[in-house]
C-alpha cells in the first residue's frame, strides 16, 4: 500500500509522549507514524514509495473529534418545521433563525399550513416553553394558529411535545386521558402538553411518525456525516437507536460507502423492549460491525429533561417549587434491567440528568457489581449535570464515567440559575473540574440535536462557564484548554471503549483528523469559540467542511 505523508503547521496528538508533530504518515487507512520532516526522510529509506500532500502546510491538524453523546436524527430533523428559540444551521449550512415568542411561532406555524396540502399533519420540532416566561403555549394557543389538521411540537429536550386539539382528537387522548405524561387542566382535559416516553409513544403511534425511528433511513445518516464533518467529529454515537432490523440494515449500508465521513456507535434503546430479547438483539448485533460502525453499547433511560421539569431531583427539588420529575421506567424497572445488561457484559451508557437520577444509578450499578464484578466495564453516566461531590466519590470508587451536557451551560444557564436550579446549585452545573479532580474519566458533549454538534464549542463552554448573557456561572469548575480538548477527544474515546482506535494521533490507530483553521492551544477558552474546521480525515481520506 502507497503511504501518504500529511504535513501541517502543527499536529496535536493527545499522546503525551509526543505530544505535538509536523508530519504524520498514513497506510491502508492506519496512522503508520509521527513525527518531523527528519524522521519521515529516515521512514522513506524503510518504507520505500511514499507520497506528499502539503494541502495543509498552514494548518493546525488534531485528531478527529469523538461526539459521545449525539442522535443521529440530526440529520434528519431538518426536514420538519424549526421552531427553538436559537437560530441554527442545518448540515447544508442554511441558517434558521429562532422564535422568540408565541405570536412568531403562530405565524410561522401559519405560514407552514398555507404551504402545506389540506389536512397533511405539521411536526415541528426546538420549541422550548422554558425561554417563554409566563407566555401559555398550550392546545389552544396552536389551535389559534392552526386547527384545520393535527399540529405535533416536539420539545428540544425530546422529553415532551406540545400538540393541538385535532392531534389531541386524532389520537384519542380526549377518551383515554389516563396515560401517565398527558396533562390535564382543572376540568380534566388535555392542556396538549405531553411529557416523556409512555405519552409521547401514544403520539407516535396515531400519527405514524416516529422521532426516533428516522435514524433507520439512510439519507438520515448521510446527513449526519455531513454535519460532522462541519464540526470535525470523525467517531460519533447514536445513542437511542432502536435497532430495528431496517435500522441495522441501514447503518450497515451506509458505513459501507466509500464516501462516509464518519465512525457510528449506536446504543441500542432497551427500556420498552423485554430483556433477554434486547440481550439478545445487541449479542447479534456486534457481529455486524465494521471499521466504520462499532455496535455493543446500550443506553438506559432513568429521568427526564431539566427545561421540561421531568428530571428526578434530590431535596429541595426544584427552586421555583415545580413538582418533582419523572422516570422513564421505575426504580424496580431500571435495576431489573441494569443488572440483566451488567450481568451479560454489555457496555451500558445511563441518561441521568437530576441527582436523584444519579443516586439510584449508583445503587443500580453498586449492586450489580457486588453481584457479578467486572474489570474495566466503563458503565457511563451521562448528563448527571448537578452530580454532587459524595456521588462523584461513589463513582470513582465504581469506577464509573461520566459525560457532560456542558453545553446546558450556555444555552440554559440563565434560567437555571434564576427558576430552576437556584444560584447555589447552579455553581456545580455540569461539574467538570470536580469529575477531573475526583479521578473520574471525563468527556463533554452537546446531546445534538439538542444542542448544535460542535465539540470545539463544547470545549469552549466548559473551559469558560459563561451563559448566553455573559454570566459566570461556577468559575471553580472551569476546566483548562488541554484538559476541555481531551474531553472531546481521547476522553470521549475511553467512554465508549474505543481509546485504543481513535482519540489521538499514534502509529496503529485510525488516520482520523480534523483540521483546523487555527491552533486551539494558542488562545485560552475564550478563543475555542472562534476555531474553525477546515475539514476532517477518515482513514487519511480528505472530507472538506
Known amino acids: 500500500m502507497t503511504t501518504t505523508v500529511f504535513s501541517a503547521r502543527k499536529i496535536i496528538t ?21 513525527g518531523n520532516a527528519e524522521s519521515m526522510a529516515e521512514l522513506a529509506r524503510h518504507q520505500g514509495d511514499m507520497q506528499h500532500d502539503d494541502r495543509f502546510a498552514d494548518r493546525v491538524i488534531m485528531p478527529g473529534m469523538v461526539e459521545g453523546h449525539s442522535h443521529a436524527h440530526e440529520g434528519a430533523l431538518w426536514q420538519y418545521l424549526y421552531l427553538g428559540y436559537y437560530p441554527r444551521r442545518d448540515p447544508e449550512g442554511t441558517l434558521w433563525q429562532g422564535i422568540q415568542d408565541t405570536a412568531a411561532m403562530q405565524a410561522r406555524l401559519r405560514a407552514a399550513a398555507d404551504a402545506m396540502p389540506a389536512g397533511e399533519p405539521i411536526i415541528a420540532w426546538g420549541f422550548d416553553p422554558i425561554f417563554f416566561g409566563d407566555q401559555v403555549v398550550d392546545r389552544h394557543a396552536l389551535d389559534t394558529a392552526v386547527s384545520d389538521r393535527p399540529v405535533v411540537i416536539v420539545h428540544l429536550s425530546f422529553h415532551a411535545m406540545t400538540v393541538n386539539s385535532a392531534m389531541i382528537e386524532r389520537a384519542g387522548l380526549d377518551r383515554h386521558t389516563h396515560i401517565e ?22 403520539i407516535h403511534e396515531s400519527l405514524g411518525i416516529n422521532v426516533f425511528d428516522i435514524v433507520s433511513q439512510p439519507d438520515t445518516l448521510r446527513r449526519f456525516g455531513r454535519a460532522a464533518t462541519q464540526a470535525g467529529v470523525t467517531t460519533a454515537t447514536d445513542l437511542f437507536n432502536p435497532l430495528t432490523d431496517e435500522g441495522i440494515q441501514a447503518l450497515e449500508t451506509v458505513t459501507q460507502e466509500d464516501d462516509f465521513p464518519l465512525r457510528l456507535v449506536p446504543a441500542m434503546s432497551t427500556l420498552g423492549r423485554p430483556i433477554d430479547e434486547g440481550i439478545e438483539r445487541l449479542a447479534a448485533c456486534c457481529e455486524k460491525s465494521n471499521p466504520r460502525l462499532h455496535f455493543g453499547l446500550a443506553k438506559v433511560m432513568s429521568d427526564g429533561s431539566m427545561p421540561a421539569f421531568t428530571c428526578r431531583m434530590k431535596w429541595p427539588h426544584y427552586h ?30 445511563i441518561h441521568t440528568n437530576g441527582d436523584e437520577a444519579v443516586e439510584l444509578i449508583l445503587d443500580c450499578l453498586q449492586e450489580a457489581l457486588e453481584l457479578w464484578p467486572r474489570l474495566d466495564h466503563r458503565h457511563t453516566l451521562h448528563h448527571c449535570q448537578v452530580a454532587d461531590q459524595a456521588q462523584m466519590r461513589r463513582a470513582k470508587a465504581l469506577g464509573v464515567c461520566m459525560n457532560l451536557l456542558t453545553n446546558h451551560l450556555y444555552y440554559w444557564g440563565d434560567v437555571h ?14 461539574p467538570a473540574a470536580s469529575v477531573l479532580r475526583h479521578g473520574i474519566p471525563l468527556a463533554i458533549h452537546s446531546d445534538a440535536p439538542v444542542t448544535p454538534l460542535g465539540p470545539l464549542f463544547t470545549a469552549h463552554v466548559a473551559c469558560t462557564r459563561k451563559t448566553a448573557s455573559g454570566q459566570l456561572l461556577g468559575p471553580f469548575e472551569r476546566i483548562d484548554v488541554p484538559q476541555a480538548l481531551e474531553a472531546v477527544t481521547l476522553g470521549a474515546a475511553y467512554t465508549l471503549k474505543l481509546d485504543h482506535l481513535v482519540g489521538s494521533l499514534e502509529m496503529g490507530k485510525y488516520a482520523d483528523m480534523a483540521v483546523l483553521d487555527r491552533d486551539p492551544l494558542a488562545g485560552d477558552g475564550e478563543a475555542l469559540a472562534e476555531v474553525g474546521v477546515v475539514a476532517t480525515m477518515l482513514g487519511g481520506r480528505v472530507h472538506e467542511a
Do not use: F
Not at 322 to 327: D, F, L, V
Not at 417 to 430: F, S
Open 14 to 34: 493527545m499522546n503525551p509522549s509526543l505530544p505535538e508533530a509536523t508530519h504524520i504518515a498514513v497506510c491502508d487507512g492506519r496512522i503508520l507514524a509521527v
Open 181 to 202: 405524561g398527558v396533562l390535564l387542566d382543572d376540568q380534566g382535559n388535555p392542556t396538549g402538553s405531553i411529557k416523556e416516553m409512555a405519552a409521547m409513544h401514544a
Open 320 to 349: 421555583n417549587g415545580m413538582p418533582n420529575g419523572a422516570w422513564n421506567a421505575s426504580p424496580e424497572e431500571l435495576r431489573r434491567v441494569i443488572q440483566a445488561y451488567h450481568q451479560a457484559g454489555v457496555h451500558l451508557q
Open 417 to 430: 440559575a434564576d427558576t430552576v436550579l437556584g444560584w447555589e446549585r447552579a455553581q456545580r452545573l455540569n
